[in-house]
């Protein structure tokens, strides 16, 4: 069973182009993710959001935006794409509020972005 | 700032056992994290250190020390399999994951 998964798994478009992935979950978690993790391999947080609130990394340009239908939905939005853009998206999913302090954070599969 | 220091890559041979430093200086401490990426892959959970000392689980184990700052990744009885990037990451005050790069760790036969 596919704990965290996400669609496309490669993406590639035009500069300019509006685009969106999608992420699901379903173990149940309350606190999703959205990384970014470039060619040099940093993973960089860009969105956390779980029912209550939604932290932005203020680094993330406004051209992105999550999205969440429900609990176990997370999508990302991406307008007017850049060539910067391109890289692995990694979506993730965690339980904060179990009382599990480790709130481990498990990883869908990933979508490779490339913007021509 | 933040920052997660690990060294870039390392070599070791098949059998033998490597250890991976990582060294960190974040806003506050809530657990350090071990992650395996396989290239082309999602990262997985390894282990996981909030108190000092160390963490065995099998022929991995991690080690913490909070006044130092510091951690380290064992790998014992490499396998090829364990050829793969190893991020540490580090929660800080805020409950936010501070990544490092990652080390590669290339097996040799």
């Known amino acids: 069973d596919t704990a965290v998964s996400q669609t496309p798994k490669y993406l590639v478009t035009q500069m300019g182009n509006d685009k969106s992935i999608k992420c699901e979950q379903n173990?149940?978690?309350?606190?999703m993710y959205w990384y970014k993790q470039d060619s040099k391999k940093f993973l960089k947080i860009m969105f956390s959001y779980n029912n209550k609130e939604l932290i932005i990394n203020e680094t993330v340009p406004n051209r992105f935006s999550p999205k969440s239908p429900d609990k176990a939905h997370l999508n990302l939005h991406i307008n007017s794409l850049e060539l910067g853009d391109s890289a692995v998206y990694f979506c993730?999913?965690?339980?904060?509020?179990?009382?599990?302090?480790?709130?481990?954070?498990?990883f869908g599969p990933g979508t490779r972005l490339l913007v021509l | 700032g933040q920052n997660i220091d690990q060294p870039t890559e390392m070599t070791a041979t098949e059998g033998a056992i490597v250890q991976i430093n990582c060294t960190y200086q974040?806003?506050?401490?809530?657990?350090l994290f071990w992650y395996q990426q396989h290239a082309g892959e999602a990262p997985t959970f390894l282990s996981y250190?909030?108190l000092d000392g160390l963490e065995e689980k099998g022929r991995f184990s991690s080690f913490l020390s909070r006044s130092k700052g510091y951690s380290y990744l064992l790998l014992k009885e490499l396998q090829m399999k364990d050829s793969a990037s190893y991020l540490c990451?580090?929660?800080?005050?805020?409950?936010?994951?501070?990544w490092g790069a990652g080390t590669k760790l290339i097996i040799k036969p």
């Open positions: 173990l149940g978690h309350d606190t």
């Open positions: 974040t806003s506050g401490f809530n657990g």
């Open positions: 993730a999913s965690s339980q904060r509020a179990s009382g599990d302090d480790q709130e481990t954070q498990y």
């Open positions: 250190n909030v």
């Open positions: 990451a580090v929660r800080d005050s805020n409950y936010q994951l501070i």
